[in-house]
């Protein structure tokens, strides 16, 4: 690859090879798990991001942008700030990145969740930023999507066991999912008193692939407060300590909790096996993989089993009341 000169200038001229470069870049960002948030942009969700993240991004990943944007003409190295600057401003000039600005009416959040188009396209360090490009969804995706619609609509024909063994997978990634948004809320709100913005999986309910969602695992941010800020940290760490307090005098607390959790999987499990099998389920007590029929054949089969048992007693007790009564004549 040729080295960048000083006047290089980007292309204006938007060609099919540079149209898929551009979609590799955005694809790129997401696999590399740059730190964006949704939006809405006029009645449409876009994915953001801020110029605070994405600065150490091209700093990181410097020398595979240019083997990504084969196509594109660099008018500085990505080595220096100014250079990423420059590219940045590069992107907004040829529409590969649309420059975002908050409503005015909007509270002053740090990622808002309502932009609007700011009117002069060029660089800015207060700016969000979004692509105007999008990576295209692989086709293979789409079939198996479909393929799995149809599936789904012949639920009724599988087999009992599949049925069973999908909805035991389906409560547990239930139960799963409620502890990691649990787990994630308490560690963000023990850290957030403390002045530091923490988050357990801060892609997770982003706008990204299955893959991506799980990168990062944690991301971690000083917070800068205002005096309501402080107060309400102040608070916070109040009713922390209030609750590590009654905790320490009533330990048993997490005991009925957690006893709680267990009943309330059981008591679910419980119902999904008795509707998904039926009334005559409810006879037999066997495997949570077997039939119906299968449970009422056995039923069936340990009342005969019972009878015969019962009718052998009779017998022997007849048979030995007729040897005493020989006995006893005797």
């Known amino acids: 690859m040729s080295e960048p000169t000083a006047d290089a200038k980007p292309s204006t001229m938007i060609s099919k090879e540079t149209v898929k470069d551009y979609e590799a ?22 994915n953001y991001f801020r110029n605070d993240t994405i ?27 100014e250079g990423q600057k420059k590219f940045l401003n590069d992107l907004i000039r040829s529409k590969v990145l649309i420059r975002l ?27 969000f930023y979004t692509f105007i490009v999008q990576p295209k969804t692989s086709k293979l995706w789409t079939f198996l999507l479909l393929g799995a619609v149809a599936i789904i609509c012949l639920f009724q024909v599988w087999p009992f066991w599949l049925k069973i063994a999908i909805f035991y997978i389906s ?33 997770l309910f982003a706008d990204v692939g299955p893959i991506e969602s799980l990168s990062p695992i944690i991301s971690a941010e000083k917070c800068y407060d205002s005096m309501t800020g402080y107060f309400a940290r102040f608070f916070g760490l109040i009713a922390f300590a209030y609750f590590l307090y009654t905790l320490s005098q009533e330990p048993e607390i997490i005991t009925d909790y957690t006893d709680m959790g267990t009943q309330s999987f059981d ?5 999904g096996r008795n509707k998904l099998a039926g009334p005559m389920d409810d006879i037999g007590h066997g495997s949570p993989f077997s039939r119906p029929g299968d449970d009422l054949r056995k039923h069936l089969e340990n009342l005969l089993r019972e009878e015969e048992q019962d009718q052998q007693k009779e017998k022997e007790k007849e048979e030995a009341a007729a040897a005493a009564k020989e006995e006893e004549e005797e």
């Not at 409620?178 to 963000?188: E, P």
Request: proline share 5%; glycine share 2%; aromatic share 14%.
């Open 25 to 46: 870049l955005a694809k790129f960002f997401q696999k590399k798990s740059l730190k964006m948030k949704d939006a809405v942009l006029y009645n449409r969700r876009v």
């Open 55 to 81: 600065l150490p991004f091209l700093s990181e990943f410097k020398h595979e942008i240019p083997k990504i944007l084969k196509n594109w003409e660099f008018t500085e190295s990505l080595d220096s700030e």
């Open 101 to 127: 600005d908050r409503l005015p009416e909007d509270p002053k959040y740090k990622w808002p969740k309502k932009l609007i188009v700011c009117k002069q396209q060029s660089y800015d360090e207060n700016a």
């Open 171 to 203: 409560v547990v990634l239930l139960y799963l999912i409620l502890g990691i948004i649990a787990l994630r809320l308490v560690v963000f709100f023990i850290f957030r008193i403390f002045g530091i913005d923490l988050w357990i999986l801060p892609n």
């Open 267 to 271: 008591d679910i499990v419980s119902w």
